[in-house]
């Protein structure tokens, strides 16, 4: 079964870090763009970030630009998100989403990990 | 960035009804449109994908239409399985962008 699973939310203070990771299973990862994307609390949906198959390419939304880190290992068949300096508009649940050959849908999703950051 | 413009926001069916949302970009962004479902608690889910080619293993009851700016989903007979919210998701440029989302309760 093709499967994504994603690890490593929690509670943090403004200003603290947290590193999500996203494990896959039934599938090779090396084979895929992969996304970070979230979703705060009765909010929709908003693209965070992503790497290319490889790991070569890294983009990011402007919001977390400067402040997360994606990145991969496809020896480990796993993505990850470095986040830093966190702020309260960070908290959201984070999903990692495959991509679906060239057309820009997310054909696979984890179930997500929620981050809260509060004093 | 490019907005997507989800209407309505709401709207209360039964099932057996035809229901239709639109999603509306703020520029062209030819075919690369795809939509979701989402079930409280649970991830989205891929329904249709370039505008309007099923999902593997989605019903055929759900369709997709449009290009350049205004985009339509469909469900033609809609099921107790469909209550859900549905979003729209370009990914013409990025930043890759949805739609606030639409809520389809049961009537």
């Known amino acids: 079964e093709v499967q994504l699973v994603e690890s490593g939310g929690g509670a943090v203070q403004p200003g603290g870090s947290l590193r999500l990771s996203c494990a896959a299973s039934?599938?090779?990862?090396?084979?895929?763009?992969m996304h970070w994307v979230r979703q705060a609390p009765g909010k929709g949906l908003v693209w965070v970030s992503r790497?290319?198959?490889?790991?070569?390419?890294?983009t990011y939304a402007d919001s977390v630009k400067g402040r997360f880190t994606i990145s991969r290992d496809n020896t480990k068949n796993t993505i990850y998100l470095q986040m830093n300096s966190l702020r309260a508009e960070d908290t959201a649940l984070y999903y990692c989403?495959?991509?679906?050959?060239?057309?820009?849908?997310?054909?696979?999703w984890g179930q997500g990990t929620m981050v809260t950051v509060s004093s | 960035d490019i907005q997507m413009t989800q209407s309505p926001s709401s709207l209360s069916a039964s099932v057996g009804d035809r229901v239709t949302i639109t999603c509306r970009a703020s520029q062209s962004i030819s075919s690369y449109l795809s939509w979701y479902q989402q079930k409280p608690g649970k991830a989205p889910k891929l329904l249709i994908f370039?505008?309007?080619t099923l999902q593997s293993g989605v019903p055929s009851r759900v369709s997709g239409s449009g290009s350049g700016t205004d985009f339509t989903l469909t469900i033609s007979s809609l099921q107790p399985e469909d209550f859900a919210t549905y979003f729209c998701q370009q990914s013409y440029s990025l930043p890759w962008t949805f739609g606030l989302g639409t809520k389809v309760e049961i009537k």
């Open positions: 370039a505008a309007s």
């Open positions: 790497v290319s198959s490889d790991g070569s390419f890294t």
């Open positions: 039934g599938f090779s990862l090396s084979d895929a763009w």
């Open positions: 989403a495959k991509v679906a050959g060239g057309e820009g849908a997310f054909d696979v």
